[in-house]
């Protein structure tokens, strides 16, 4: 067989050609390259970086077989921050995370859904709807404070002596923590989200008989954060993170340039649309309305707070969209989710982004620039057009306009004569606030920020 293997993308699909043969194998545009291996003469199986693996004929042009290899992605001490240890303190940092992972998961409440399931909601009620309520309530919480729990111990094992398990973590080094984390910049906010997360590690250990956890956090640590004022949001350490249009433009043709149109759609519906990554990795075809060219996050515990939403798309990603659809039989199959994981999205594009010599800010920073590109398609519309476009976002859900008292009359939160009385600023900034998932208009300042 001829080693002369060579592929081109002509309308984003890979072909693979064999000169000798003169034939060609067609690849879904999913279907990234890896490695091409000869198993016998005219044969190539093509290893695929998401384990499906294929073994194609390229006499006739056809899939032989399809196998899956399973694969898993070493993660190196370098990314987890860890080289600069030794292989023993190695292993006592991990065994200390393992310790803080038993306490945690045994103050979690996530269970399966089931009927007359005891939700966090009914845990308030006996505590006078406060919000701090005992244990761990949702599997995104649980994430969040786990990764902030283990950052915070890695500093704890880093910077003081002794540190073998949780009994040794004391509130001085709480302390130390927070302070680090003012000459570092970072914002009220994620400070607030650090001490939240130790607060329930805290918690948690007190369950597991750690007595002494029980003023790990006190008032001298909650006085240490900064006062979060709504005017000074901002995102990042130093505010104003985040892509502008262009920097996101750049990023997006470089995926055109040199990935499938898989990943190429992924990156247009992050810039235009503004789904958080999590929201995004679950989106499905079913979802997709192509006649009114926008897609519905309406799946159960997809968006923050579960919140619906409707994401509205330009005609040409809606194009790509119609490409991709045959190959994905299963209307209710996870377009990106059932072959991508946030790491490989962040990686994706921070190749992309160096590609372009443009500041990788993260995948969630897609926002501002989705946000800058709706403001100026929104520009030169009329009251009457902002008013459709927020009542078709509200329409979406009921939760999303509830009936309100008013004069002693219940009403809709929203109403289009209602809102053609107020200014065209507010019906902007009001859109802005729907697109993105939230449901206060001053949410939308942090992304403004330059």
Same mark, same amino acid.
């Given at each position: 067989?001829?080693?002369?293997?060579?592929?081109?993308?002509?309308?984003?699909?890979?072909?693979?050609?064999?000169?000798?043969?003169?034939?060609?194998?067609?690849?879904?545009?999913?279907?990234?390259?890896?490695?091409?291996?000869?198993?016998?003469?005219?044969?190539?199986?093509?290893?695929?970086?998401?384990?499906?693996?294929?073994?194609?004929?390229?006499?006739?042009?056809?899939?032989?077989?399809?196998?899956?290899?399973?694969?898993?992605?070493?993660?190196?001490?370098?990314?987890?921050?860890?080289?600069?240890?030794?292989?023993?303190?190695?292993?006592?940092?991990?065994?200390?995370?393992?310790?803080?992972?038993?306490?945690?998961?045994?103050?979690?409440?996530?269970?399966?859904?089931?009927?007359?399931?005891?939700?966090?909601?009914?845990?308030?009620?006996?505590?006078?709807?406060?919000?701090?309520?005992?244990?761990?309530?949702?599997?995104?919480?649980?994430?969040?404070?786990?990764?902030?729990?283990?950052?915070?111990?890695?500093?704890?094992?880093?910077?003081?002596?002794?540190?073998?398990?949780?009994?040794?973590?004391?509130?001085?080094?709480?302390?130390?923590?927070?302070?680090?984390?003012?000459?570092?910049?970072?914002?009220?906010?994620?400070?607030?989200?650090?001490?939240?997360?130790?607060? /329930?590690?805290? =918690?948690?250990?007190?369950? *597991?008989?750690? #007595?002494?956890? &029980?003023? +790990?956090?006190?008032? $001298?640590?909650?006085?240490?954060?900064?006062?979060?004022?709504?005017?000074?949001?901002?995102?990042?350490?130093?505010?104003?993170?985040?892509?502008?249009?262009?920097?996101?433009?750049?990023?997006?043709?470089?995926?055109?340039?040199?990935?499938?149109?898989?990943?190429?759609?992924?990156?247009?519906?992050?810039?235009?649309?503004?789904?958080?990554?999590?929201?995004?990795?679950?989106?499905?075809?079913?979802?997709?309305?192509?006649?009114?060219?926008?897609?519905?996050?309406?799946?159960?515990?997809?968006?923050?707070?579960?919140?619906?939403?409707?994401?509205?798309?330009?005609?040409?990603?809606?194009?790509?969209?119609?490409?991709?659809?045959?190959?994905?039989?299963?209307?209710?199959?996870?377009?990106?989710?059932? /072959?991508?994981? =946030?790491?490989?999205?962040? *990686?994706?594009? #921070?190749?992309? &982004?160096? +590609?372009?010599?443009? $500041?990788?800010?993260?995948?969630?920073?897609?926002?501002?620039?989705?946000?800058?590109?709706?403001?100026?398609?929104?520009?030169?519309?009329?009251?009457?057009?902002?008013?459709?476009?927020?009542?078709?976002?509200?329409?979406?859900?009921?939760?999303?306009?509830?009936?309100?008292?008013?004069?002693?009359?219940?009403?809709?939160?929203?109403?289009?004569?209602?809102?053609?009385?107020?200014?065209?600023?507010?019906?902007?900034?009001?859109?802005?606030?729907?697109?993105?998932?939230?449901?206060?208009?001053?949410?939308?300042?942090?992304?403004?920020?330059?």
């Amino acid at each position: 067989m001829s080693k002369n293997l060579f592929f081109r993308r002509p309308n984003c699909h890979l072909f693979y050609h064999c000169k000798k043969l003169q034939c060609y194998a067609q690849i879904s545009p999913f279907q990234k390259l890896l490695s091409l291996v000869p198993l016998q003469q005219n044969i190539l199986c093509i290893l695929s970086p998401e384990g499906g693996d294929s073994i194609i004929d390229l006499q006739n042009s056809s899939y032989l077989n399809s196998v899956k290899l399973k694969r898993t992605s070493k993660i190196s001490n370098k990314q987890r921050k860890i080289d600069h240890l030794t292989k023993k303190q190695r292993k006592e940092l991990i065994r200390l995370h393992a310790d803080m992972d038993n306490v945690l998961i045994a103050n979690s409440k996530v269970t399966r859904y089931s009927e007359g399931k005891s939700t966090k909601r009914d845990a308030k009620k006996g505590n006078q709807g406060k919000l701090g309520v005992d244990g761990i309530w949702s599997s995104l919480t649980f994430t969040r404070y786990k990764k902030s729990c283990r950052t915070f111990l890695k500093y704890c094992y880093e910077n003081f002596d002794k540190v073998h398990s949780l009994r040794d973590i004391k509130p001085r080094m709480v302390g130390s923590f927070v302070q680090s984390l003012l000459d570092k910049g970072r914002s009220a906010k994620t400070i607030s989200a650090y001490v939240s997360a130790i607060n /329930k590690l805290a =918690e948690s250990s007190v369950k *597991a008989g750690i #007595k002494g956890h &029980a003023k +790990l956090v006190n008032d $001298k640590h909650r006085s240490m954060i900064p006062i979060a004022r709504k005017a000074e949001r901002r995102r990042g350490s130093i505010g104003g993170v985040g892509y502008t249009l262009r920097e996101a433009q750049i990023i997006a043709r470089q995926a055109a340039k040199y990935y499938s149109l898989y990943e190429e759609t992924l990156v247009d519906v992050l810039l235009y649309a503004g789904p958080r990554i999590s929201e995004v990795l679950r989106i499905s075809f079913e979802q997709v309305d192509f006649d009114k060219q926008c897609i519905y996050l309406n799946k159960k515990n997809q968006n923050k707070n579960n919140r619906p939403r409707v994401l509205p798309l330009p005609p040409f990603v809606i194009e790509k969209l119609k490409v991709l659809e045959p190959f994905i039989p299963n209307k209710q199959t996870n377009i990106w989710g059932h /072959k991508m994981t =946030e790491k490989q999205i962040r *990686a994706m594009v #921070k190749h992309c &982004a160096a +590609l372009g010599k443009v $500041k990788y800010c993260g995948v969630h920073d897609f926002r501002k620039s989705c946000l800058i590109w709706h403001t100026r398609k929104i520009k030169n519309w009329s009251k009457e057009q902002l008013t459709a476009a927020i009542m078709q976002f509200v329409s979406t859900d009921t939760r999303l306009n509830p009936d309100r008292l008013q004069d002693g009359i219940e009403l809709p939160k929203y109403s289009p004569e209602q809102l053609m009385q107020r200014q065209k600023r507010w019906l902007m900034n009001q859109y802005l606030t729907q697109l993105l998932g939230h449901s206060r208009n001053d949410a939308t300042v942090p992304y403004k920020r330059t």
